[in-house]
């Protein structure tokens, strides 16, 4: 689909992919007292790409999302349905969930008739939950109209500041018109996840008071969402303040570990840390995007979201089974990288090993002179 990635005779995927098979391999089980196996939710194609400053051509975001489907991945957020006055990069959000509708009417066709490309499909759609933002029944109804759509989410923000910046209401204002968004979607049989932002800091306000957060997510939770997903936007968060909210969030019995999923940014470089203390917790619902792609435009200096790399390579280190290809996520890093005019990556573990790959490349193309 996208032709503009250059290919090298010998080439550099393999080395790539061979190098980080072995350091998987050597992963040893240290996880006592933390989950045996943990889901990664993928963030990168919705708030990854949103937050990025260029516009991406729809065949880029289809082939993010393609490549990301053959990872092992069981959750891809591929697109919120907002007004593109506000969000641009997410006006092709139909197109992208009529392809995901097409591409599993595909598969179902040719599982049913034994047919080769079930096998090794375009787009691998069996297993996998493709999610979608929506903020108000308009969006969630052009989401519904695409067929494509498998679980919604909806947001409320732990501070009130926040919030009023960013969707123009107060927390309480949010909460009620996303009731009928809840209640529309899971009428349809759709799944809703809630997302809570700003839960360790607030760009505005600083400090996040704990019951703030266990409020929104109370309330979220009793309109039915499914799971609550934790946001530090701003990714000022530390393993301190993670332990004081996650402790007094897990004190309260209608919130339990299971209900809950770890959402960081990765701006001060405390996301792993985050991450290692929710593990503790028993929380092993993590988001990521890959390449760490994203930022957040309410505040400056804010990275994107910790990256799927720097997760699996922590987790698969810990001996937590994922389930997701690190090699394969390293390729879909690499490509939307080089896809979005050579963006420097976001992960620590994708820098070093497309290093390692450049260097053994080198010295194979010697070899080969
Ligand atoms: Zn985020």
């Not at 393999?14 to 963030?43: D, H, Q, W």
């Not at 809840?182 to 809703?192: F, G, M």
Request: hydrophobic residues 40%; positive net charge; glycine residues 8%.
């Amino acid at each position: 689909m996208i032709n503009s990635i250059k290919r090298c005779a010998i080439s550099s995927k393999k080395v790539f992919s061979n190098t980080y098979c072995k350091r998987e391999a050597s992963g040893v089980s240290l996880s006592k007292g933390m989950p045996a196996t943990a889901r990664i939710v993928e963030v990168g194609p919705r708030d990854g790409l949103q937050n990025e400053k260029q516009i991406i051509p729809l065949n880029v975001k289809l082939e993010l999302i393609r490549r990301l489907s053959h990872s092992g991945l069981k959750n891809i957020e591929s697109g919120s349905f907002v007004s593109p006055k506000w969000v641009p990069q997410m006006a092709d959000a139909s197109e992208i969930f009529h392809y995901i509708r097409e591409q599993k009417q595909i598969n179902r066709k040719n599982a049913t008739f034994g047919g080769r490309s079930a096998e090794n499909p375009a787009l691998v759609t069996s297993g996998i939950t493709f999610s979608a933002l929506t903020p108000n029944v308009k969006g969630l109804e052009s989401a519904l109209a695409t067929g494509g759509v498998d679980e919604v989410a909806v947001f409320g923000a732990a501070s009130e500041a926040f919030s009023q910046k960013n969707i123009n209401c107060s927390i309480e204002e949010s909460l009620k018109r996303f009731k009928p968004v809840a209640k529309l979607a899971l009428d349809n049989k759709i799944k809703v996840r809630g997302y809570v932002s700003c839960v360790l800091g607030c760009p505005y306000t600083g400090a996040i008071p704990v019951e703030a957060v266990r409020d929104v997510s109370l309330r979220l939770l009793e309109m039915g969402c499914y799971e609550i997903s934790l946001g530090d936007t701003i990714g000022v968060g530390t393993a301190g303040s993670t332990e004081r909210l996650l402790t007094h969030l897990l004190s309260d019995k209608n919130i339990p570990a299971s209900k809950l999923a770890v959402h960081f940014h990765d701006t001060y470089g405390q996301a792993l840390a985050n991450i290692y203390v929710a593990l503790q917790h028993n929380i092993n619902v993590i988001d990521s995007s890959v390449s760490g792609l994203g930022g957040c435009p309410y505040a400056a200096g804010a990275s994107g979201n910790v990256a799927t790399e720097d997760v699996l390579y922590m987790l698969h280190g810990l001996g937590i089974q994922t389930g997701v290809d690190l090699a394969q996520i390293a390729r879909a890093s690499e490509f939307i990288d080089e896809a979005l005019n050579n963006r420097a990556t976001g992960s620590k573990v994708a820098a070093a090993q497309r290093s390692i790959a450049k260097k053994k490349l080198a010295n194979a193309q010697k070899d080969c002179v």
